[in-house]
């Protein structure tokens, strides 16, 4: 039964996980980055993304949507198109709620991934991956 709900499920189960994995990458390196070595929260902010990204790409299309598309350059180009998309929403929501409403900003991030895994998945489902 699980078996079966799994192969009907697939895609979003294992988006869910790689998505959440992702976003332990990018917390943790966030939290690294500003708070272990006091870098500039949008700048670290910048940084985690870069690295959440790349995981994001490779676990993506190897596991979530198995992409077979021999146009790598157009698939990657097209990932970090919608991901730098993304990442505007998450640094708008970064500003608004750290700089003008004072909220800590570790829960802020935490707060952004939840829409930002969201906007992802449509992203990469409606306009990366798509099957050929």
């Known amino acids: 039964m699980l078996n079966n709900l799994y192969k009907k499920y697939k895609e ?9 994995l992702t976003t332990v990458v990018s ?17 670290s902010n910048v940084l ?10 490779i676990t993506n299309k190897i ?20 991901r730098i998309i993304s990442l505007v929403i998450e640094m708008i929501i970064l500003y608004i709620f ?16 939840v829409i930002v895994i969201v906007a992802n998945y449509v992203f990469s489902k409606v306009f990366v991956f798509k099957k050929d």
């Open 12 to 20: 979003i189960i294992n988006y869910l996980i790689f998505g959440g």
């Open 48 to 57: 985690s993304w870069v690295l959440a990204v790349l995981f994001a790409y």
């Open 63 to 82: 596991f979530v949507f198995e992409s077979k598309s021999k146009k790598n350059v157009k698939e990657i180009t097209s990932f970090f198109f919608f």
């Open 98 to 113: 750290v700089d003008m409403l004072h909220i800590d900003d570790l829960i802020t991030k935490i707060i952004a991934q």
């Open 27 to 43: 917390i943790v390196t966030y939290a690294l980055f500003a708070k272990v070595f006091n870098i500039d929260y949008l700048i």
